[in-house]
């Protein structure tokens, strides 16, 4: 069975930085891509990162020249690096396995607060 634990969440004052990791365990076919996402209350949610079988990322708008992403493929693990964090980055964020044609895997998500 395939578990996706995420880990690094947490309270940050602005300006300050946290990376988040999501482990994926048991075997996965077919992987497309990893990522996050967030949701803060109230919105959708949205799109953060993703990093693409072959090294190819993507970024919002919002976080792009201070958020970076990475993946460990021997360990199945992704990472997001966030620096330069606003109050407007807070959200519950959530580890996403997209596959192709087949179901994406979700973790459970981790809350970012950035507040003073």
């Known amino acids: 069975q395939v578990q996706l634990v995420e880990s690094g969440g947490g309270l940050v004052q602005p300006g300050g930085s946290l990376r988040l990791s999501c482990a994926a365990s048991g075997r996965i076919w077919s992987i497309n891509a990893m990522g996050w996402y967030r949701q803060a209350p109230g919105k959708q949610r949205e799109l953060v990162a993703r990093i693409i079988s072959g090294g190819i990322t993507n970024y919002a708008d919002s976080v792009k020249g201070r958020f970076t992403i990475s993946r460990d493929n021997a360990k199945n693990t992704v990472y997001l690096q966030m620096n330069s964090l606003k109050p407007e980055d807070t959200a519950v964020y959530y580890c996403?396995?997209?596959?192709?044609?087949?179901?994406?895997?979700w973790g459970q998500g981790t809350q970012v607060t950035v507040s003073s």
């Open positions: 996403n396995i997209n596959r192709i044609h087949l179901s994406d895997y």
